[in-house]
T-cell receptor, first 117, second 113 residues
Framework: AQKVTQAQTEISVVEKEDVTLDCVYE???????LFWYKQPPSGELVFLIR??????QNEISGRYSWNFQKSTSSFNFTITASQVVDSAVYFC??????????????FGTGTRLTIIP | DAGVTQSPTHLIKTRGQHVTLRCSPI?????VSWYQQVLGQGPQFIFQ???????GRGNFPDRFSARQFPNYSSELNVNALLLGDSALYLC????????????FGPGTRLLVL
């Protein structure tokens, strides 16, 4: 069975501070994929990033960066110089091998991030 | 290109009624998945359809059913509604080619009274 744990229920930081959202996962698959999605108040889940289990390189995209460590089963997400527009609920998700109708996602319970102006 | 679209956006029903939610995937996407998100929780997988066949089913009762049409759009049906069915229902589509990502629609907010 797959499991995703986001221990931080809510985080509040002052604008321009850096913030890290934690994600710990459990899976027996040797091939798996990790995702981060952003959910603004409108409700739509916005895809941010996907990493596969064979690629542990950290990734940076603008103010966003992701740290994937298989040794600790973690896939953490850092926002640098946070902005009010970053306020949302962020979900970490896990799937097995992707493709041809096999994309079931297991989500964590989410972290509500509030950026204080 | 248009993203995933869902209808209706909001819906109010009473216990025991039936509801049908609709989803149109991104053009070219052949796989559609449905998720239920109860307030304060992460989305829970309900169904996945690929090429009009059910490819996965989550831990939901038989009151929940779905189908996919030849144009790859999909319907989620819920019978005998319970108060606990109140949730945001999200549809996601993917091309289902190797290593493809799911993209989500805006969801349908269902309130059961």
């Amino acid at each position: 069975a797959q499991k995703v744990t986001q221990a931080q229920t809510e985080i509040s930081v002052v604008e321009k501070e850096d913030v890290t959202l934690d994600c710990v996962y459990e899976t027996r698959d040797t091939t798996y994929y990790l995702f981060w999605y952003k959910q603004p108040p409108s409700g739509e889940l916005v895809f941010l990033i996907r990493r596969n289990s064979f690629d542990e390189q950290n990734e940076i995209s603008g103010r966003y960066s992701w740290n994937f460590q298989k040794s600790t089963s973690s896939f953490n997400f850092t926002i640098t110089a946070s902005q009010v527009v970053d306020s949302a609920v962020y979900f970490c998700a896990l799937s097995g091998p992707l493709g041809f109708g096999n994309e079931k996602l297991t989500f964590g319970t989410g972290t509500r991030l509030t950026i204080i102006p | 290109d248009a993203g995933v679209t869902q209808s209706p956006t909001h819906l109010i029903k009473t216990r025991g009624q039936h509801v049908t939610l609709r989803c149109s995937p991104i053009s070219g996407h052949k796989s559609v998945s449905w998720y239920q998100q109860v307030l304060g929780q992460g989305p829970q997988f309900i169904f996945q359809y690929y090429e009009k066949e059910e490819r996965g089913r989550g831990n939901f009762p038989d009151r929940f059913s779905a189908r996919q049409f030849p144009n790859y759009s999909s319907e989620l049906n819920v019978n005998a509604l319970l108060l606990g069915d109140s949730a945001l229902y999200l549809c996601a589509s993917s091309s289902a080619a190797y290593q493809e990502t799911q993209y989500f629609g805006p969801g349908t907010r269902l309130l059961v009274l």
